[in-house]
């Protein structure tokens, strides 16, 4: 069942929560809303629901107009963050609540609910609980069961609010993975409130991206990273190195710290936005730029080793951040407080008045085709 979101807002008092705005999700579709807290991910949400009435604006499913439909009747599956199980009631019986209280030329037979709530039970793996109750189960049991009684109503659209956001890191991973596999299989369409970026990135086919009540960009995860319409959706995806500095010559710069744009391209001032893995680092500048950074900190957790580097002799805001590989570590074993220096492959420069950024490439050809994934170390 597609959605159609057309030109709708919302006001609490005189405060505007959700500004005009159009939004289509496609059937099949898993749409993750993406943005700070109050951006009004939850209010849109609860707009698509009915829980909430939009001040303007038109909810369309499929061709049918629900604006003035209650959420009772618009078979919408609902999963929030804090599970809402009913605590004195079984888990099977937890899920099959909704089907029990249907009325009674809608409500399936004892037997239909009772083979639906065991195939549900059995996809989500909890066939062997059944009989427990809430507080006998974890909390990422809760959350699946909480999943199985949205879906055990068989809805064409599933809305989640936060769904895993009390869920450890590890747990979190693995509903979400769980729940992409579901949404695959069931073919529903999804749309999920996160504000956790690697979530929305990692599961949805589109991120729509708010704040401040309106949508800075919708697009395809990829799409997104690489393409970011402007610099609020830049910051918000994740780690992002700045340089600010001024033209000089050929050169961006700043204090003793300088950038040298490829040939052929202009320097203009403003902010150079360069992600991890689109500097290197080298125990000496070179011809592209002259970037010396203290090493604050090394974390050796994960895929690569991530490195905190703070700006030497020049400012930024934030602390800038490069990984390497764990081999390259082991060869250069990176010591706190040591200096290094960045060198830029690839960058996007926001220019002071530009609304959209200019991509600038320091790579060959060649280097783009062969380019690693994460940044690399020049043992020079
Ligand atoms: N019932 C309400 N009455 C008054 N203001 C509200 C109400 N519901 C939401 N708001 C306000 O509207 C804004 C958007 O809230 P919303 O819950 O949609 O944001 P959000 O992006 O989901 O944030 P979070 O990630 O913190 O849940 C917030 O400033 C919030 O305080």
């Not at 961006?252 to 360069?274: D, H």
């Not at 082991?330 to 200019?358: H, I, K, M, V």
Request: negative net charge; aromatic residues 8%; glycine residues 8%.
């Amino acid at each position: 069942m597609s959605i159609q979101i057309k030109n709708v807002s919302k006001t609490f008092g005189d405060f505007q929560a959700i500004k005009p705005l159009d939004l289509t999700i496609h059937e099949g579709e898993m749409v993750g809303l993406l943005g700070p807290s109050g951006s009004g991910k939850t209010t849109l949400l609860r707009i698509i629901a009915g829980l909430e009435t939009a001040d303007q604006g038109q909810i369309l499913f499929g061709e049918r107009d629900m604006t003035r439909l209650h959420v009772r009747n618009r078979r919408v599956g609902f999963v929030f963050q804090n599970y809402a199980l009913f605590r004195h009631m079984s888990v099977a019986d937890n899920i099959a609540f909704g089907l029990e209280v249907l009325p009674r030329k809608e409500r399936p037979a004892k037997a239909e609910i009772k083979k639906r709530v065991a195939e549900l039970l059995d996809r989500i793996e909890l066939s062997h609980l059944a009989g427990r109750y809430p507080a006998q189960l974890s909390g990422g049991q809760k959350q699946r069961v909480a999943l199985a009684r949205a879906l055990a109503m068989q809805p064409r659209v599933l809305l989640l609010d936060e769904p895993f956001g009390a869920l450890d890191a590890r747990v979190r991973k693995e509903l979400r993975r769980w729940l992409r596999d579901l949404h695959d299989d069931l073919g529903f369409t999804s749309v999920f409130v996160t504000h956790d970026q690697e979530e929305a990135l990692e599961v949805s086919d589109r991120v729509v991206v708010m704040s401040q009540g309106q949508i800075e960009q919708q697009a395809t995860p990829e799409d997104l990273y690489h393409q970011p319409a402007n610099r609020f959706v830049y910051d918000f995806l994740g780690q992002v190195n700045v340089f600010q500095g001024t033209p000089w010559g050929q050169q961006l710069k700043q204090e003793a710290a300088w950038i040298r744009f490829p040939e052929g391209t202009t320097p203009e001032s403003g902010q150079l936005y360069l992600r991890p893995h689109e500097i290197t680092l080298a125990r000496q500048p070179d011809h592209r730029a002259h970037l010396p950074l203290t090493i604050k900190a090394v974390n050796l957790i994960g895929a690569e080793v991530r490195l905190e580097l703070e700006p030497e002799g020049w400012h930024s805001d934030e602390i800038w951040e490069a990984g390497i590989t764990h081999a390259e570590y082991n060869d250069w074993q990176p010591q706190r407080g040591e200096t290094c220096y960045a060198l830029p492959l690839s960058a996007q420069l926001f220019a002071q008045d530009a609304a959209q950024p200019r991509p600038i490439s320091w790579l060959t050809a060649a280097q783009v085709k062969g380019r690693p994934s994460s940044a690399s170390i020049a043992l020079v």
